[in-house]
């Protein structure tokens, strides 16, 4: 139903900033709130941010507060995560993923409401 494909990572300096971009196929992606999730070698993937379908909320992980946006275009069926002044430890690999029930949005944190993913893409930052 809904297929997602994230570009944008790449090889970065400390303090230096990388957009991501994860463009969705599927008619019902505007009505799917969407995230943003980041996977280390060895770690447990872990929620980075995500946006309401209507673009009306947002939320971030302590982590990335105040360095990460996210945002979405529903005409152009894509949604962006800007990463400003990127440390090491945001090296992963960073995954987009579309919730599976429609026009919801509260239990944005968990990886199991997602049901559409990505193939993710690398972010690494060196020191």
């Known amino acids: 139903q809904v297929q997602l494909v994230e570009s944008g990572g790449g090889l970065v300096q400390a303090g230096g900033s990388l957009r991501l971009s994860c463009a969705a196929s599927?008619?019902?992606?505007?009505?799917?709130?969407a995230g943003w999730f980041r996977q280390a070698p060895g770690k447990e993937r872990e929620f980075v941010a995500a946006?309401?379908?209507?673009?009306?909320?947002?939320s971030y992980a302590d982590a990335v507060k105040g360095r990460f946006t996210i945002s979405r275009e529903n005409a152009k069926n894509t949604v962006y995560l800007e990463m400003n002044n990127l440390k090491p430890e945001d090296t992963a690999v960073y995954y987009c993923a579309a919730k599976s029930r429609r026009y919801s949005y509260s239990d944005y944190l968990a990886r199991t409401a997602y049901d559409y993913w990505g193939q993710g893409t690398q972010v690494t930052v060196s020191s």
């Open positions: 946006i309401s379908w209507n673009d009306d909320s947002s």
């Open positions: 599927g008619r019902t992606f505007s009505s799917r709130a």
